[in-house]
């Protein structure tokens, strides 16, 4: 079997509707097995207002909204019509994005079926109910977790650093890499526009720190507000720029007054908006790879990170960035009080990253995917 032979049956918990990295990730992968002559089907909740146009072909799952976070939706299963349109559809492999009600039941259905399946892994929901006071729970969702990886054929993550975390955790024995690229024309340093940063007030000498996600507690905004306020303490001149909406927009206000809040961008808006800053502070632990991270690094801009999964396999301690322990405030202080002392040591540490941007090619990463669906199905045909 060949690329161009496939069916693939892929199911996502976010494939349109709100823009992130997972699911820009997937319609990328979608886009590429379209283009390699490929058929792909995709199952997800859908919504009348999705964020951008999806690739390929896509079938809407029932579902509601979550509560407290309306903007997502939450599926609730395979009702007769999803399945007959699987059964017509005759995929030679179920790839399955998000654990969620729809990921569980297809997974049920292909094992019926005898058709191999793939997982991957894009975010960890597990650590998701610390951040919400349910931190109890916590092993009860890896427990979970685990049971619905063993049931699948392989999974992928995105970084060495997230397969290493799987694998303590007992996740699975097949565990490949499904990492992440970076659009070079949209994020590089070039982008940078001194008159659009004079726009929302800072100035050309100041060192701006950027936050760029979406306004959610997960994403560490608490830590980063933290980590402001120490600067603040110290006397450390900076500017804050905001890159992003979502719930937690208020929250972030109140905790860091002084912020630049540039909204929710996109394309070429969004590369200019990330070459602005000077330095990035992700804090997120959430993450299984750094999309944020390597757009930063793309556009020449030094990251100080949690030294975690979203973020340990791509910055280079000392050389594009540095890693931090995920809840020392000190620590992410003296480093960004560090470069707000030395301009040269920022961009000799943000050329070093943009060097390393241009490691990451999306045909030659989605391509090991697909290397990974034809490997599998050989496997199951050998059973």
């Not at 992968?29 to 072909?57: I, K, N, W």
Request: proline share 5%; aromatic share 10%.
């Amino acid at each position: 079997m060949k690329v161009s032979d496939l069916r693939v049956a892929l199911f996502s918990g976010n494939y349109n509707y709100v823009r992130d990295g997972a699911n820009q990730a997937l319609n990328r992968l979608v886009d590429y097995l379209l283009r390699q002559g490929a058929q792909v089907r995709v199952y997800s909740p859908t919504t009348d207002t999705p964020a951008f146009e999806p690739a390929g072909e896509l079938v809407s799952l029932p579902s509601v909204p979550i509560p407290g976070r309306a903007e997502y939706q939450f599926s609730t299963g395979l009702y007769s019509r999803i399945k007959a349109n699987l059964e017509e559809f005759d995929p030679h492999i179920v790839h399955i994005s998000s654990p969620d009600v729809a990921g569980h039941r297809a997974l049920t259905w292909a094992r019926a079926h005898d058709i191999p399946v793939l997982a991957s892994v894009h975010t960890r929901f597990e650590t998701y109910p610390r951040y919400y006071g349910f931190g109890f729970i916590e092993p009860a969702f890896v427990a979970i977790l685990r049971r619905f990886y063993h049931r699948c054929d392989a999974i992928v993550a995105p970084s060495a650093s997230m397969i290493e975390e799987l694998r303590e955790q007992d996740m699975h024995h097949d565990i490949g890499t499904w990492s992440r690229g970076v659009d070079r024309h949209v994020f590089t340093p070039a982008r940078r526009d001194l008159e659009w940063r004079r726009s929302l007030g800072i100035g050309d000498d100041e060192m701006a720190v950027g936050f760029l996600g979406r306004l959610v507690l997960e994403k560490g905004i608490d830590i980063f507000a933290e980590a402001m306020v120490e600067l603040r303490n110290r006397q450390v001149p900076h500017q804050v720029l905001v890159i992003g909406e979502g719930p937690a927009k208020d929250f972030f206000r109140d905790k860091v007054p002084e912020a630049k809040f540039a909204g929710f961008q996109q394309g070429e808006d969004l590369g200019r908006a990330v070459a602005g800053m000077d330095v990035l502070l992700n804090p997120s632990v959430t993450e299984t790879f750094g999309n944020v991270t390597l757009e930063a690094m793309a556009c020449g801009v030094p990251v100080v990170a949690a030294d975690a999964t979203g973020a340990s396999s791509l910055v280079i301690e000392g050389e594009t960035g540095h890693l931090v322990s995920p809840r020392d405030i000190g620590a992410y202080a003296d480093k960004l009080a560090a470069y707000a002392a030395d301009p040269a040591l920022r961009q000799a540490h943000g050329e070093a990253g943009a060097r390393r941007a241009d490691l990451f090619d999306w045909d030659t990463i989605n391509g090991a995917v697909a290397d990974t669906y034809l490997r599998i199905i050989a496997a199951r045909k050998k059973c």
